[in-house]
């Protein structure tokens, strides 16, 4: 990548770059390869190297709260899950029919015009099947 794009014109021309051009991106400001060919990961630490080089790496403190909050999203992401904002547009298509959710102050969510109680309510109104609202709209992964 040249050194003339800007850094948001690199970041935006990561994904269209070939894996052979990715790797000689990595080798350019990596000393090491990684032990996996993931396509995201590179993309991901190639953007992070970017950005760092030209803006500064994250202070010690920031990276220690950015830890704190990963490992407090990965126990919450096992336990129930978290209410969702007042206000929050859930998109989802299914059926090859795009379905739009609000999500209201007082926790309920309208659908088509309609107040549901809860996300599965509005999952189970548009499959006509029992469904975990959460993982339906993408909020949760299926369990292995």
């Not at 040249?2 to 400001?29: F, G, I, N, Y």
């Not at 970017?50 to 803006?55: D, G, H, L, P, S």
């Not at 209201?104 to 029992?130: F, H, N, P, Q």
Request: proline share 3%; charged share 25%; hydrophobic share 35%.
């Amino acid at each position: 990548m040249s050194h003339d794009l800007s850094v948001a014109a690199q970041l935006a021309r990561l994904p269209e770059l070939s894996m052979p051009d990715l790797w000689v991106l990595w080798d350019r400001h990596f000393e090491q390869r990684p032990r996996h060919n993931n396509r995201d990961y590179l993309q991901s630490r190639l953007a992070y190297q970017i950005q760092a080089k030209a803006y500064g790496e994250l202070s010690a403190a920031t990276k220690h709260a950015l830890e704190k909050i990963g490992e407090a999203g990965t126990a919450t992401s096992r336990s129930r899950a978290q209410p969702l904002s007042p206000g929050l547009t859930l998109v989802r298509e299914h059926g090859g029919v795009e379905h739009r959710v609000l999500v209201k102050a007082d926790g309920t969510c309208e659908y088509s015009g309609r107040t549901y109680r809860s996300l599965s309510a509005v999952a189970r109104a548009i499959t006509g099947t029992r469904w975990n609202g959460h993982r339906f709209f993408g909020l949760r992964q299926a369990r292995r």
